[in-house]
């Protein structure tokens, strides 16, 4: 029994460390000579346009199976996220990914075409992984601005899978 418990623990610190190593690289890739910026990471909260959270959960087909993270600066009056993700158990997906601009009220629209924002997509390869950059004007009174990454749902309104940014990062 002890053998399989150091086993385990071994299998999960492996899993760990190659995960963190893995994640790490794609990062850090993200930055080539840039300077400054932020790091945000992504995770799987629906937001309204305003960055609150919604009051209700979609049904969504599965869990969360993704992790990411965006670099936000800003070039002159454009702002900028590289964003990168990792999806290993769903290679080939396409995800929409969105730039928006805050503050901005929760009434307001946020999706593609709405003033103060910018959508590109994101396809993951073979290997799980998937990167996108995408660029906006930066408009009058915009303080910062947060990401989110949506897969289509073919069923709903609702993504079948999202990711936003933790925190609005400042421009």
């Known amino acids: 029994m002890r053998a399989l418990t150091r086993l385990g623990v071994s299998a999960a610190a492996i899993t760990l460390s190659t995960s963190s190593a893995m994640f790490g690289a794609n990062t850090a890739a993200a930055s080539p000579g840039s300077s400054g910026g932020t790091i945000v990471a992504l995770r799987s909260a629906l937001r309204q346009c ?3 959270r919604t009051n209700y959960a979609p049904a969504v087909p599965q869990p969360p199976l993704g992790t990411g993270s965006a670099l936000i600066h800003k070039s002159g009056s454009t702002v900028v996220a590289e964003v990168n993700m990792v999806n290993s158990a769903e290679p080939g997906m396409h995800f929409d990914v969105g730039l928006i601009q805050e503050p901005r ?23 799980g992984r998937g990167n996108a950059t995408i660029r906006d004007t930066i408009r009058p009174g915009t303080t910062g601005v947060w990401v989110i990454i949506e897969r289509p749902n073919e069923h709903s309104q609702d993504p079948a899978e999202f990711y936003t940014s933790e925190f609005v990062a400042p421009v």
């Open 105 to 127: 009220p929760a009434s307001s629209g946020c999706g593609p075409g709405s003033p103060g924002t910018a959508f590109t997509g994101l396809d993951i390869d073979g290997s």
């Open 50 to 52: 305003d960055f609150s």
